[in-house]
Every structure is written in C-alpha cells, then in structure tokens.
C-alpha cells in the first residue's frame, strides 16, 4: 500500500506560480508512474500532468503544456509539480497519483492505484 501526501497548495495571483508536492510513505515510487489530476469547482477530475517511472518521459494536458512542469525524486519518493503562468481556470483540487497499469493510458485516472487527498490551488484574477 502506498500512501501519498501533496503539500505546498495555496492561494495565488494570476500570472504568478505555485509549486507542489507529493510524498509518498510505505512503498517505493520508482516503479510507478507518477501524475497529477485537478478537480475544478462543480466539474469532473481531470488529467493534468505524469512523469514515467525513471523520468524520462512526460505527458501533458494541451491545457498546461509549456506553463507546468513536473518531476520526481526516486531517492527521496516524491514527486513536484511546477505551476508558472498561472490563471484563474487553473484553480482546482490537486491530486497526487501512483499507478502502473498494463491496461489504461496514464491520462486516465483509471491508470492509477493509489491517491492522494488533495491540495487546493486557487489562483486570484
């Protein structure tokens, strides 16, 4: 069982950026693939951002691209994400996710095994 912990969530301006994270306890994360979904007010989870399991490959929301970046540190089980240019339709619940699927894209929550409890990210107009 992996338990996952984001942190570093809050309230930011337009046009400013916010970094998160995402720890992990009771397994290691090195054979997982690492993501990060959102939750925006009154809509469905969405898939933001993943890092495969050596970090070598990275897979993007057209909505995020060029503005989120995201990393890990296998030695350390944790898993950040960069936010830059933030706008207000960024504002969500953020998610940490840990999955290794044979059956489903890393886009797709279904991918994914294990969760975090979120981290609020409001960005201000």
């Known amino acids: 069982q992996v338990q996952l912990v984001e942190s570093g969530g809050g309230l930011v301006q337009a046009g400013g950026s916010l970094r998160i994270s995402c720890a992990a306890s009771?397994?290691?994360?090195?054979?997982?693939?690492m993501g990060w979904f959102r939750q925006p007010p009154g809509k469905e989870r969405e898939f933001v951002i993943a890092?495969?399991?050596?970090?070598?490959?990275?897979f993007y929301a057209d909505s995020v691209e060029g503005r989120f970046t995201i990393s890990r540190d296998n030695a350390k089980d944790t898993v950040s994400l960069q936010m830059n240019s933030l706008k207000p339709e960024d504002t969500a619940v953020y998610y940490c996710?840990?999955?290794?699927?044979?059956?489903?894209?890393?886009?797709?929550?279904?991918?994914?095994?294990?969760w975090g409890q979120g981290t609020q990210v409001t960005v201000s107009s």
């Open positions: 996710a840990a999955g290794r699927s044979m059956s489903a894209s890393p886009h797709s929550s279904d991918y994914y095994e294990f």
């Open positions: 009771g397994r290691t994360l090195g054979n997982y693939v």
């Open positions: 890092i495969t399991s050596t970090g070598r490959n990275t």
